[in-house]
């Protein structure tokens, strides 16, 4: 491969010879397409001679022009891999509805009031009910009070009774926020 871009092929520190090799990217990542006598490895370093660092993170075979397999070696830049080794593992929650809750691993945990008073809101506007002004009001008055830690007494919020009672199914959704807010550090 006599087009491709010179690099020098470094394992533990040693350098085994410099490669010409072609790079490319596909929907698993940027990789490099080389030939060379040493087999490459995970854990590899390809070097240019401005001394920037490409470390093998993968390897994978691909079919050639001519039928033959050929290996290609997927990379991380310097920056990727420092990223990559400094990042806690990430844990995904599939939740539905998660209205005001605190969700987290236990190292990073979001707290998060204001994303399910607008999804109220925006099922509000959704159920397109008659009482839309109403009830956006009161979703932002108890907004304004999470937002401003403002002390809530007994009957803050009563002039919003009968609306509640009317529209029941926010009673769930404005309860966690309000628990939520009470129990948050």
Excluded at 16 to 29: A, E, H, N, P
Excluded at 134 to 141: F, G, H, R, T
Excluded at 145 to 162: A, R
């Amino acid at each position: 491969m006599e087009d491709g871009q010179k690099f020098n092929h470094y394992r533990n520190n040693k350098l085994l010879g410099t490669v010409s090799c072609i790079r490319g990217s596909d929907d698993k990542g940027r990789y490099f397409y080389y030939v060379s006598d040493n087999p490459v490895r995970v854990g590899d370093i390809f070097s240019t001679d401005s001394q920037i660092q490409y470390f093998v993170s993968d390897l994978d075979e691909v079919p050639d022009f001519d039928d033959e397999t050929k290996l290609v070696a997927y990379y991380l830049t310097e920056t990727e891999k420092k990223e990559k080794e400094s990042v806690q593992p990430n844990v995904s929650f599939q939740i539905e509805n998660v209205h005001s809750s605190v969700v987290g691993s236990g190292n990073h945990t979001t707290f998060n009031i204001n994303q399910g008073l607008d999804n109220i809101l925006s099922e509000i506007n959704r159920r397109d009910p008659v009482d839309r002004e109403q009830l956006n009001e009161m979703v932002n008055e108890l907004r304004t009070l999470i937002e401003n830690d403002t002390p809530v007494s007994q009957g803050t919020l009563s002039k919003f009774s009968d609306l509640l009672t009317k529209h029941a199914w926010l009673t769930g959704p404005l309860g966690q926020a309000l628990v939520s807010w009470a129990f948050r550090q």
